[in-house]
């Protein structure tokens, strides 16, 4: 059974950088097809992919974000980090992590979702 | 950037009725595509994957179809616990992988 949970600062100013954490089980971030994504939510708002990093250590990145975003793991201890850095007003939305295999490819599972509120 | 335009933008129907929410892409993406509900306060959930395959424990009134740039999402009997927000998202082509803007199901 695939869970996964975000885990963030909750609030932070301009400027701030954010790290995120996503904590899963059920799967190990180094088995072969093995993908976690990061995506984000404004309230109200629609859905936008962020980053994808990948059994093997390949990471995709959102281009219009690029510049300002990291993502890395830690397969020992099954964790996953989003760094967004220079953060604005704009970002303030709810992040989720979710998992993918490359024989779904679709994102299977959620996590609950993190808010993350920038505001001075 | 593949864009994915989803219709309607919201949608009331009645109680054992079926419903269909639509998802064009601007160009083909061969079923790389991905329909997920959320409920209020939610995660999203999948629900189809590759247009047409039903994810697991999704109940059977849900399906896919489609191919090339056009694809649908049709509701069987409407429940009321399928009032959510529905989106689709395609994955065949990217970064970026991309969503469409959502249509949000009500009861009549």
């Known amino acids: 059974q695939v869970t996964l949970k975000e885990s963030g600062p909750g609030i932070l100013q301009p400027s701030q950088a954010l790290s995120l954490t996503c904590t899963f089980s059920?799967?190990?971030?180094?088995?072969?097809?093995?993908?976690v994504s990061w995506i984000r939510q404004p309230s109200g708002k629609g859905l936008e992919w962020l980053a994808t990093?990948?059994?093997?250590?390949?990471?995709y990145y959102n281009p219009s974000l690029k510049s300002r975003l990291t993502v890395s793991k830690d397969t020992s201890n099954n964790q996953a980090f989003l760094k967004i850095t220079s953060m604005d007003s704009a970002d303030t939305a709810t992040y989720y992590c979710?998992?993918?295999?490359?024989?779904?490819?679709?994102?299977?599972?959620w996590g609950q979702g993190t808010l993350v509120t920038v505001s001075s | 950037d593949i864009q994915m335009t989803q219709s309607p933008a919201s949608l009331s129907a009645s109680l054992g009725e079926t419903v269909t929410i639509e998802c064009r892409a601007s160009?083909?993406?061969?079923?790389?595509l991905a329909w997920y509900q959320q409920k209020p306060g939610k995660s999203p959930q999948l629900l189809i994957y590759?247009?047409?395959s039903l994810h697991t424990g999704v109940p059977s009134r849900f399906s896919g179809s489609g191919s090339g740039t056009q694809y649908s999402l049709k509701i069987n009997s409407l429940q009321s616990e399928d009032v959510a927000s529905y989106f689709c998202?395609?994955?065949?082509?990217?970064?970026?992988?991309?969503f469409g803007a959502g249509t949000k199901l009500e009861l009549k």
């Open positions: 160009e083909d993406i061969y079923n790389g």
């Open positions: 590759n247009a047409n």
């Open positions: 998202q395609q994955y065949y082509d990217y970064p970026p992988y991309t």
């Open positions: 990093i990948d059994w093997d250590d390949d990471k």
């Open positions: 059920g799967f190990s971030l180094s088995t072969y097809g093995m993908r």
């Open positions: 979710a998992w993918t295999d490359i024989t779904i490819a679709a994102f299977a599972y």
